[in-house]
């Protein structure tokens, strides 16, 4: 079992993000998450790693004046295969991979213009605050892969992933 604090970095792009030359936008933010790992033999250490994560992601972005603010909330559920590799005293590396399950519990965008004005907080998923064409998805699905490095109870980890199913179409 694991409980741990990340840090988060996510990079939200795509051809019809178009607020800035670049087409994409980076949120910094922290989770938190819980992850079981289920003995899938009793000779080797191959494991079954089910977890939940709950992270918040916020940014800025600035083009010609204008700001954009983005505030994101997701819950995940990571499916993975596991191996673990004893290294001695204490010490082990599991790298692993697998499948995300993401419910995008809140994403909201305030644009402001250069004289200050601002449009307030409108919902990503909301096709009244969007319009139909820019309407974000609240389910997700993707991929990652990793791997822990853990030192008496202590680990230190890094990840990269992305969607099969995009946030924002």
Known sequence: NLLG???DNT????KNFEFNDKKSMGLNG???EYTHGFGLSSTNPMYLELG???NMGFGSNTDEGYELKMQMMRLSVP????WRFGLGDGMALTPYAGIDFR???LGRVNEIEPNGDESG????FSKDDMGEDDTWNRF????HVGARFEYSRVFLGVSYGTDFIKAYK
Do not use: D, P
């Open 5 to 7: 604090v990340s840090y």
């Open 11 to 14: 990079n939200l792009s795509g």
């Open 30 to 32: 922290f989770g938190v």
């Open 52 to 54: 939940a994560k709950f």
């Open 79 to 82: 499916v993975s295969y596991a």
């Open 103 to 105: 419910f995008n519990v």
């Open 121 to 124: 907080w409108n919902s990503v």
């Open 140 to 143: 997700q699905m993707g991929w």
